[in-house]
């Protein structure tokens, strides 16, 4: 798996490529999440729309993402996910608890 990530309108922008499934970049991820969070970042957009595959390893690191940005008073959100890792959202729930949304526009405020 890739990632790149960057901070823009004080957003933490993650893209993610590849089959997440926690391995090594999954604690380099969230050592990018921290450091935004100790930045007063709040906000964080995933976009995993070239996210072929994810484990529980790799859920697992998303709701940790989530649990330390919502401690904080902040939120994180799914962009584009595939039809695939919709699909997995769907079965596990998980959507109900991920804002799912198509564009950084959806960033709520």
């Known amino acids: ?63 940790t993402i989530l649990t330390k940005f919502r401690n904080k008073g902040g939120e994180v959100y799914l962009m584009r996910p595939s039809e695939s890792v919709q699909k997995l959202l769907v079965i596990t729930k998980l959507n109900a608890i991920f804002q799912i949304i198509q564009s950084e526009a959806e960033v709520i405020k």
Do not use: P, W
């Open 1 to 63: 798996m890739n990632f790149t990530h960057e901070i823009k309108k004080e957003r933490l922008l993650i893209s993610l490529s590849g089959d997440l499934i926690g391995e090594d970049n999954g604690t380099s991820i969230l050592e990018v999440a921290t450091s935004a969070i100790q930045e007063k970042v709040l906000a964080c957009v995933i976009d995993i729309s070239n996210l072929r595959y994810i484990n529980s390893s790799g859920i697992g690191v998303l709701i």
